[in-house]
């Protein structure tokens, strides 16, 4: 493996003998090298080292100022700063870099405790004379940082770790109602309607599905950074609001006539026309349910009481309402009902709590965030082509009986993959810190975790294979039994997105490859779309659930190729002597 650089920005390896240009130092003859990242585009010099010395000689005339005096006038960044940092946070603030000190000066006026570094000595006393400012020092950042955990120095606001703890919390809560209460429901449902009308309601969710993503458009990422941003601007944030909503409305609409088109024209929905309709308004509810908003300015408070109050009303209406299986039309009906009531007080939140207003927004700002969630938008349809397009595939060439056996199969599936979550989502952070700063024990970290992640997913699929029979009756009920083997063929897929997970996930993105691993989903999701239609026009249900299992295999050739290709440590022949290594 040929000697690789990291790209300062994304993590991304580059090749040492890649370098764009040489240039020689007249200052000390020092060359230094122009790399490009293919990953994210940035350009450096190598070394990035900065020699302090270089500033202190005076080498640049006006330089001397630094050495001197301190500067009154503030630079755009700077004022940036203050417009758009909370009025109401204050505490320890670090200065990289502080120059002259007129930074610093201005927010100690403003009540911060202050502190500052720079590489020129000569720059650093004279912040020291003319201020009286004794928490300045020449060093790195490294070597603060050291000097900071030492010291226990914490530069991070009360308020902000407050918010942090209350997100978490939120999260988490929220995460939990999203096993709980579907595990009430499901049992129950599938018990009560059947595989037939189950399969119909799965189908049209699935169908459904395709326009919540167009509405959504990627505005969950996209939108929720700008909010952030600019969450200090009232003004800045009513003008994405009401863009982000007036794209989403249009988009709703053009989902509406698209799906209305599909309806009147093809029998198979003509017939069961209510269904489809009532299970729209989840889009209406998404797209009134403004996440992406409480997402930028850090309340998930009010993501988690809406969501879950969406939750309850549809649980608590499921058995009230739906006892018989003549009932079915009022579970897409109380779905959708939820998400809009949720949706609704959402926005009454929004406009009495956080005082936005809605105004008309100009084209150029519309044009604006349909650009930034494009890439976005783009990713999330690939996604789709997993979680949708074998149901609709299945329910297009054979009917809802069909249908009702292999979403019921997939649904218990989805609860087995859903276990993992909230391990690789702890080890994520710890993955991207240990493969920026120790490559070497990332890799430990990651033999690790397929060594006896694997073991002990194969002990939990072996047990599940053994007693498949067993937990379909008991779960989803007697007249389910051609689930059974749906879900046996199925097994094998969480132990796939766990080693993709790892090599994908907390590898390829961690150091940087993010295009090839959306390139890789999108190639995949490209792959099920030829796939499944033809598996499942040869083998119905079955060809579907191998569709699945052959496209996840793609996936994992893919993450594992790539992954391995720029860390030759992650090979199997490595993770087996590790193993030996570890018995």
Known sequence: ????????????????????????????????????????????????????????????ENYIVFHESIGTKLGENHKAFFKYFPSNVRGKLLDAGCGDGRFLRHTKEQGFEVWGIDFDKKSVENVKRNLGIDTVFAMSLEEFYEYAKKRGLRFLATETRRRLFENFLSLSFLQVANYIFPLITFPYLVRVLGPEKFGLISFAQAFTGYFVILTDYGFNLSATREIAIYREDKEKVSE????????????????????????????????????????????????????????????????????????????????????KVEAYLYVPLLNSLGFIVAGILGLWIIFKDFGIEFKMPSWKEIKYQLKEGWYIFISQISVSFFNNTNTVVLGLLTNNTIVGYYSAAEKLIRVIINLQIPIVNSIYPVMAKLVKENIKKAIKLANKLLIYGTCGYLILLILLWLFSHEIIVTVIGENFKKSEIIFKILLIIPLTIFINNIYGTQFLLNMGYSKIFFKILILSGLFNLTLCPILTYLWNYIGTALSWVVVEIFVLYGMYYYATKYMDELKLKYIFNFFNKNK
């Open 240 to 323: 994405i609001f009401s863009s982000v909503m007036v794209i989403k409305f249009f988009l709703f609409f053009l989902s509406l006539g698209i799906m209305s088109a599909i309806i009147f024209t093809f029998e198979k929905f003509r017939k069961d026309w209510e269904i489809y309709y009532l299970t729209f308004g989840m889009v209406l509810g998404q797209v009134l349910f403004p996440v992406w908003f409480f997402q930028g300015m850090e309340r998930m408070k009010y993501i988690t009481f809406l969501n879950i109050l969406a939750k309850l009303i549809f649980t608590i209406a499921i058995f009230v309402f739906v006892r």
């Open 1 to 60: 493996m040929p000697p690789m650089l990291t790209c300062p920005i994304c993590r991304a390896g580059v090749e040492e003998s890649s370098f764009k240009e040489v240039y020689v130092s007249p200052y000390n003859n020092q060359e230094y090298k122009r790399y490009e990242c293919p990953n994210c585009d940035v350009h450096w010099w190598e070394p990035l080292k900065i020699i302090p010395e270089f500033y202190e000689s005076e080498v640049f």
